[in-house]
């Protein structure tokens, strides 16, 4: 399991937490689900997406404490460079903070859907149950 | 004996303390005196160094900047520096000139002095330049005489120029129709939400034809 499946995991549960909690209206509710959806790639099967709880109170906390770790001034979405030797990459900071193995078990323990989803996703027996259950 | 490198200075064979032994090899170590600055850099009452030059560690790499400005450029040019300042000893060879001197020109200190005092000449030498680009404006028959009076209007009155920047600021509207709500409760239910359990959506009225 890489880190950035891990990371997906936790934009699951925290996009699950923020359609849950805020109101928004119809053009950003829709973006939102559709982004959703679009986390049930790779690894990560459309079964697994709808296992995932919303992210707790607690869990919210600890990704906002993480995302305070990226610079204030960084640019979220800067130009791509093919030829710069380290290419800006925004939210680093977090995103290394986030996926580290003690944080990810506090939040697994936190989410225990997100087990259920490592348990399905990332075993070779539950990946063999998807599949059979999917033809 | 007559020194074979010429120096008159005896003392190189002097230099071992009491009881010391000569180099395990048995060579001996021949040792020049010290050089010096031939004189003390002037004081001109009214001016000080900049804090670059005021940070070097001697007035000798002062005055090796300074010299830098003096001696013809090219090759052997920072050695002539170097002796003009008065570093090295005076059996310092050939190579250990050229160490020395390559070592103070590599110095980062050094290297700050010698940017100061570039500003310092360069904004010094302003008004000479303003003189001899008057003479060239005056001198209808030089062959620069066009672009020097390109070059002073071009300060005078820059030449305008205008950009026409174009932004375009893409936002999504999406008309809230039962389709589009139709659309998110399938989404919803794909992402294992219940649509009910979503909070309700903004300042809504579905309609059909989208308007609200």
């Known amino acids: 399991m890489t880190r950035g499946d891990r990371y997906t995991l936790i934009v699951i549960s925290l996009l699950k937490k923020a ?12 973006e939102i689900l559709e982004n959703l959806n679009t986390c049930a790639s790779g690894a990560i099967s ?11 109170d607690t869990g919210y906390r600890m990704v906002e404490a993480a995302r305070q770790l990226d610079p204030p001034d960084e640019n979220p979405y800067p130009q791509y460079d ?4 380290r290419p800006p990459c925004p939210g680093r900071a ?3 903070m986030l996926t580290s193995d003690p944080v990810f078990s506090h939040l697994r323990r936190l989410n225990p859907s997100i087990d259920e989803v490592l348990k ?15 033809v | 004996m007559e020194n074979p490198r010429g120096d008159e200075s005896p003392a190189h064979n002097e230099l071992k303390a009491p009881g010391q032994r000569s180099s395990q090899r048995g060579r001996k170590q021949r040792r020049g005196k010290p050089n010096r600055l031939s004189e003390p850099l002037p004081v001109v009452e009214g001016t000080e160094w900049g804090p670059a030059m005021k940070a070097l560690p001697s007035d000798r790499h002062r005055a090796f900047v300074l010299a830098l400005y003096q001696v013809p450029p090219g090759y052997g040019a920072h050695v002539k520096a170097a002796k003009m300042a008065g570093f090295g000893t005076s059996t310092s060879s050939a190579k250990s000139w050229s160490v020395i001197a390559s070592k103070l020109a590599h110095d980062e200190r050094i290297l700050a002095a010698l940017c100061e005092e570039d500003q310092k000449r360069i904004r010094a030498s302003a008004p000479r330049a303003v003189r001899a680009l008057q003479h060239l404006i005056e001198d209808s ?11 002073t209007l071009d300060r005078v009155h820059p030449v305008e120029t205008t950009h026409n920047v174009r932004v375009d600021h893409h936002h999504r509207i999406v008309p809230t129709t039962p389709e589009v709500l139709e659309r998110i409760n399938r989404l919803a ?6 649509p009910d359990s979503l909070p309700p959506i903004i300042d809504v009225t579905p309609t059909k034809d989208g308007t609200k």
């Not at chain 1, 399905?120 to 999917?134: A, M, N, P, V, W």
């Open chain 1, 46 to 56: 459309p079964i697994a997406l709808t296992l995932i709880a919303p992210m707790c």
């Open chain 1, 19 to 30: 359609l849950l909690a805020c109101p928004t209206d119809a053009a950003e509710r829709l």
């Open chain 2, 141 to 151: 028959d030089h062959r620069d005489h066009a672009r020097a009076i390109a070059m």
């Open chain 2, 189 to 194: 239910r794909q992402a294992g939400i219940l």
């Open chain 1, 94 to 96: 977090s995103f290394d």
């Open chain 1, 82 to 85: 093919p030829d710069s030797v």
């Open chain 1, 120 to 134: 399905l996703c990332f075993s070779r027996r539950g990946r063999d149950q998807t599949t059979q259950s999917s």
